[in-house]
């Protein structure tokens, strides 16, 4: 084992995560959720062409593959005149993922509030919109934790596919140095523990969010 | 409001011919109903009679397919037409309800309950609204709960609050459906007496009850419904006491075998 090469590569691997992987998932996630939200309440319409628009968006990002998805943007597009850069490229990919994923969860926990809580929001005068954020949103966040938890700890792994796009992030650092040392075991078992790392923090951060949603339910 | 204000025995709530149903089960066929101000209506009834859809029309938590509801002599709303929703919106306005499982927000203490639609809807200044939901715990023996969460209560206390909430947002009518059908037995006590008390002050109120000794104590009208259809009405002793049809008699035995 050589240990000075993991003394000497840990701080570009770190410095990959810290301003390539956690930015990239951060900005992702954040925009993600935000879509997502709009296409769970879409699914949810009554309106046919409304939902029916968020199910097919929900079907192809499902149906296809992200490193696929990613290729498309950052490769395809420049033949049809339109050219992104890898960083921009790397987050619309990734945040129009969470955007199908998340839009299940996000969903299926709205359906979990009961119908009731709808009614009383009503009786007490709220319109759709108001009671949809001060009394089944809170509710329905409660629920959607632990799976979009879920989510965003793939993203984190998953932004690694942004290193074919040029982006310099973790994965893509530990390659360039594996591939001038030809210390491959070495620099990719560095990288894996660099991520593991970080979702280790992120699944603290879970089980703080949890407790803190968890105070108004019975124990 | 109190009985003896001026006002108190007019009309203030009329229901016409409502009619409504759920994809072929029709489940109102021509309701008709009258209620007075400060005039306390029970409706009871077998399950499945329709007298829980009669009471969400009037909170417009059911959109009726016909007939129509009039509140005090300023608002009509007439189901053979479209109706929009800010007429929707007027009526639900007139009444609050008391629902059978309560459905208080549980992510939210008690006060937060009760203040909830006063400041986020009716836009009163929170100081205001925080102090009549005070007062109005106090009445109900909760003053001490105002910072628990719903999960903290017993179903009689939660209750207590649903019909706190209902109060605090100023309604002509007040509307129970069922109100004490999810309590333990040793828990209904509670709730009726507030329930008492607000009759005694002269509110006005359509309470859809199993609790035929209730009913009879506290109603100035019971409504029998059955099949969609109002079969019988009167004094709680008549209807209650020495029913005319027979559909009333029925259900009259079957509720006082239980005991």
Same mark, same amino acid.
């Given at each position: 084992? =050589? ?15 810290? +301003? ?14 935000? @879509? ?22 929900? /079907? $192809? ?8 998805? @990613? ?10 005149? +339109? ?29 979990? $509030? ?39 700890? /793939? @993203?984190?792994? =998953? ?37 593991? $790392?970080?979702? +280790? ?6 089980? @703080?969010?949890?407790?803190?949603? =968890? ?5 | ?20 149903? &759920? ?75 008391? &629902? ?160």
């Amino acid at each position: 084992m =050589d240990w000075e090469l993991v003394r000497t590569s840990l701080g570009p691997i770190v410095r990959g995560a810290v +301003l390539g992987t956690i930015p990239l998932t951060l900005a992702s996630f954040a925009l993600g959720l935000a @879509l997502a939200l709009a296409v769970a309440l879409m699914r949810l319409s009554h309106i046919r062409v409304v939902s029916g628009l968020a199910r097919a968006y929900i /079907s $192809v990002i499902r149906g296809t593959p992200l490193l696929v998805q @990613l290729f498309v943007i950052f490769y395809g597009l420049p033949s049809v005149g +339109l050219t992104i850069s890898p960083w921009p490229s790397a987050i619309i990919a990734f945040s129009m993922n969470v955007g199908g994923y998340g839009a299940e969860i996000i969903r299926a926990a709205i359906l979990s $509030v009961p119908k009731g809580q709808w009614e009383a929001a009503h009786m007490v005068g709220m319109p759709r919109a108001l009671a949809l954020r001060r009394i089944i949103l809170p509710q329905a966040a409660r629920v959607s934790v632990p799976p979009l938890s879920n989510t965003f700890i /793939s @993203l984190v792994k =998953d932004t690694s596919l942004a290193s074919l796009i040029l982006v310099t992030e973790l994965f893509r650092e530990a390659q360039q140095i594996a591939a001038v040392s030809q210390e491959f075991m070495v620099l990719y078992v560095e990288a894996a523990a660099v991520y593991w $790392v970080v979702c +280790l923090f992120l699944s603290t951060a879970q089980s @703080l969010l949890e407790r803190r949603l =968890d105070r108004y339910v019975a124990h | 409001m109190s009985p003896t204000e001026p006002g108190v025995g007019a009309p203030l709530l009329a229901v016409h011919g409502l009619r409504k149903s &759920f994809g072929d089960n029709e489940v109102l066929r021509g309701i008709d109903l009258e209620v007075r101000r400060g005039q306390v209506v029970a409706l009871v009834g077998p399950s499945g009679s329709g007298k829980t859809t009669v009471l969400r029309s009037l909170n417009s938590l059911e959109i009726p397919d016909g007939g129509g509801i009039t509140v005090g002599d300023d608002l009509v709303v007439d189901f053979d037409r479209p109706v929009g929703k800010r007429q929707l919106n007027l009526l639900r306005d007139r009444s609050a309800m008391v &629902f059978q499982h309560y459905n208080l927000f549980p992510h939210m203490t008690v006060l937060q309950n009760v203040i909830e639609g006063p400041v986020h809807v009716r836009k009163q200044p929170k100081a205001d609204a925080v102090a009549e939901a005070e007062r109005l715990l106090q009445r109900v023996g909760l003053a001490d709960k105002r910072d628990a969460y719903p999960f903290q209560l017993s179903g009689g206390q939660q209750q207590r609050v649903g019909i706190v909430r209902a109060l605090a947002m100023r309604p002509q009518v007040l509307l129970f459906d069922e109100p004490t059908s999810a309590l333990d037995p040793e828990l209904v006590g509670d709730v009726l007496a507030v329930i008492k008390e607000l009759s005694d002050e002269g509110w006005t109120m359509v309470i859809v009850t199993h609790e035929l000794a209730f009913a009879r104590e506290v109603a100035d009208e019971v409504v029998f419904m059955d099949q969609g259809l109002v079969v019988e009405r009167g004094a709680p002793e008549v209807v209650l006491g020495s029913p005319q049809h027979d559909r009333t008699r029925q259900f009259v035995r079957r509720l006082q075998q239980r005991f």
